[in-house]
Structure formats: C-alpha cells, structure tokens
C-alpha cells in the first residue's frame, strides 16, 4: 500500500510541478474585461455584422439620389440606317446624302459619340420601405451588439469567478493534504506502538491519496479557467492566469422586477426587426403601384474620337409599373407577410421566455441566499467537530474512522460553501443581467 501511495505522490508531485512551471501572471477583473471588451472574436464579429448593415442601409439612398453615368464609343457602318443617322448626329449631311443610290448603298461612315446620362428617382414607394427595412435592422444589429457586449461583460465575471473557486479549492484541498499527511504521522507512531491496527492505518493512506487525486483535478480546472480567460480576451498566451483577489461574497444592487423590461437592448432589437419585416412586406406591395423617374442625357458626336463637333440632349419623364411577372411579384408579398408574421410570433416567444428566465432568476438568488447561511452554519459546525475530535484522537480517544470521517467532512463543507459563494454572486449577476436596460 505504502508503494501505492509513493508512486501516486511522484505523480501528484509530477503533474504541480508541469502546471506550475509554466509561466503565472496575475490579472484583475478590469484588466480581463478591457481586453475582452477590445479583443474578443464575437465581438469583432458583431461589428462587422453591424458594418454589413449600414452598408446595406447607404445602399438604400438611390432611392434619392441620381444615378450618373458616362461613356464613349465608336463605330464603322455601311449600314444604311446607321450610316445616315451617324452622319445626321454629327451634322454633316449633304444633299447628295439623299440620293436614293447614296442612301441604299453608303459608303463606309466612322462615328464617335461621347455620352453623359443621369436617372433621378422622384416617386418610388417601394424603395422608400425598402429603405425603412433596411434602417430598422441596422439599429436592431447595434441594439444587439450593446447587448452582446454587456453579456461578454457577465460572460468575465463568471469566469473570473470560476477561476477564484478553482484556487481557492486547490488552497483547501492543500490545507487538507496536509492535514492528512500529519494525521498519517500520528497513525504510522501508534502502529508501531501497537495501537493501532493494521486497517486503520491503510484507511488514512487511502485519505491521503484520495486528497491527492482531488488536489490534481482541482489544479486542472486552475488550468481550464485559466485558458477560458485566455480565449475570451482573444490571446493565446500560455501563461496560466492568478486572480488578484481572492472569491468574497459579492454586494450587488439587487433589481426586484417580476416583468422583462421592453428597453432591454435585445427586446428593443427584437422589435426594430419585426418592424423591418413589417416594412419589406410594405415594399414588395408597393411593386404594384407606379414608378416615377426623370432622365436626361448630353450627347458629343464627332468624326474622330473624343471630340465634339456636334452636341444634343434629352430630358425627359417616365411612369412605369410592373402589371403581371408571372406571380414572381405575387409571391415575394405573399413570402414577405409570412416572414412578418413569423417575426410577431418569434418576438411573443422572446419574451416568454426572457420572463420564464427572470421568473427563475428571481428564484435562484433566494435559493442561493439561504443556501449561503446554511452552508457557512455548516462549515463552523464540520471544523468545530473535527477540532473536537482531532484533540481526542490525539489522546486515544477517539477512533481513526471517525477522525477520517470528520476530516473528509470539513474538507467537503469548506468546498461548499466556496462553491455557494460561487453560486450566490453567479446568481445575483444573472439577475442584475436580465433586468439591465
């Protein structure tokens, strides 16, 4: 059994000295929140969704904005019709250029034409909710990166919390071992002496490598938490993390609400959403109504190229409206109104749920309340029996299944309470989250 117990001391000893040998910095919850905030992947994400947006937003003003354009081009034609009208562009013709066997039969004509168009939209209701859609998801898209933003915010309190009850299991699991390794002492002394049996003694080895084992997964979730931190502030250094401060019991404002707040950034991104969705439905009736735009164009035409000897220009107006595209317009309506309405339902669901998960915060945080006072009665309860019964065991009086016993329980009872701490400051963050605006 002895061997047992070396070779898995060497291993608990291999593994802290692996662990402990990288590289340890210490980091506040600032520090980790600035950096999450500045670096995080999701949220350079969310910016570049909100820039896709706006693009599509900025798009929308052609629906004001004239459409101007330019070109020049050239041609060689024996064409009849093309070779008059060429020339008449240029105003070159001739009398001679109207005789029937000139005009049947030209002789090759070179033309060049410089062209400047511009399309000015003026009555085009289907653009204008097009780009009314367009504006609601933008704000939606900025509504909810605020958002994303103050969950990565609870997103580091959490982890940072993780990473405190991750140490401060290690620190109590380490009082533990050695308190184990000293009760090991006393038990191999009154062996030899003949005190004590042979199956007691084998019973605090077993402690002693079970405190072991549990010391090694608690330095592995000092590793995990440490490496969570490091993902959420985007780096890959392999430093593992030390909190400066240890886990205290946190003092948060407590938000007493019983209904989700519509000024919640994603409630009010839910809504802007499901007007957008009310907006395209708009515009894609709008197809149907009649279209409104003027046009004009300045034209240069010459023998030779970029010249312009001869000069015209035309302006003009044009009412124009799709009848019938073969239900192509009919079902883009009928497909934008079910995208609304689904967006209704979606946003009736949100807030369904949004108030289930209050209702069950509300219910937590008065559950992780008495829990904590219980916890902590009965933390001074363990460490004032296994007191009591140490000084026993130390006289013969008491037996080494219940030292044991006692031992296990306080190491347990100081783990939980940690653990309940976790779990009221995690629950009073979840809350305070929720009832944000």
């Known amino acids: 059994m002895k061997k047992h117990l070396y070779i898995i001391t060497l291993g608990i000893l291999l593994f802290s000295v692996s662990l402990f040998s990288q590289e340890l910095k210490s980091i506040t919850k600032s520090e980790v929140l600035s950096k999450v905030l500045e670096q995080n992947i999701s949220l350079k994400i969310s910016d570049q969704e909100f820039l896709k947006a706006r693009a599509e937003y900025r798009q929308t003003n052609s629906v004001f904005l004239p459409n101007i354009s330019a070109s020049h081009s050239g041609l060689v034609t024996t064409n009849p019709l093309m070779a008059f009208g060429t020339k008449l562009n240029q105003g070159i013709l001739t009398p001679e250029d109207f005789n029937p066997e000139l005009l049947n039969n030209p002789d ?3 033309g060049f034409a410089t062209k400047f168009e ?7 209701l289907d653009g204008f909710y097009q780009r009314k859609s367009a504006k609601n998801k933008m704000d939606a898209i900025a509504l909810q990166t605020i958002r994303n933003k103050g969950y990565l915010t609870f997103e580091v309190e959490k982890a940072y919390m993780q990473l405190q009850l991750a140490y401060k299991a290690v620190e109590v699991l380490e009082k533990s071992l050695e308190t184990a390794k000293e009760n090991k002492k006393v038990a191999d002394i009154s062996f030899k002496q003949g005190y004590l049996q042979r199956a007691d003694l084998l019973s605090v080895e077993v402690r002693v490598s079970e405190v072991q084992n549990q010391l090694r997964s608690a330095k592995s979730n000092i590793k995990n938490s440490s490496d969570y931190l490091s993902y959420l502030m985007n780096e890959n250094d392999t430093a593992v993390l030390i909190p400066s401060d240890s886990l205290l019991i946190s003092s948060l404002p407590l938000a007493n609400r019983k209904v989700v707040s519509e000024e919640r950034t994603d409630i009010k991104a839910m809504q802007l959403t499901t007007e957008a969705y009310a907006s395209l439905y708009k515009a894609n009736k709008m197809v149907f109504i009649p279209r409104l735009n003027a046009f004009g164009s300045y034209e240069l035409y010459d023998q030779n190229a970029f010249q312009g000897s001869s000069t015209g220009y035309i302006v003009g107006a044009q009412l124009n409206w799709s009848l019938f595209e073969g239900y192509k317009n009919v079902g883009k309506t009928q497909k934008s109104k079910a995208q609304y309405d689904q ?13 289930l998960d209050l209702n069950k915060a509300n219910r937590m945080v008065l559950d992780a309340d008495s829990k904590l006072k219980l916890t902590h009665l009965a933390l001074e309860q363990s460490k004032e029996s296994l007191r009591i019964r140490t000084n026993r065991y130390k006289e013969g009086l008491e037996k080494t299944t219940d030292l044991l016993l006692a031992e296990t329980q306080y190491a347990q009872k100081q783990l939980q309470y940690y653990q309940t701490i976790f779990e009221y400051n995690y629950a009073y963050l979840y809350l305070q989250f929720l009832t944000k605006e």
Do not use: F
Request: glycine share 0%; proline share 4%.
């Open 108 to 110: 090759e004509v070179t």
């Open 118 to 124: 511009i399309q000015q939209p003026l009555i085009n």
């Open 343 to 355: 967006s209704i339902l979606e946003y009736e669901q949100y807030i369904s749920q949004s108030t």
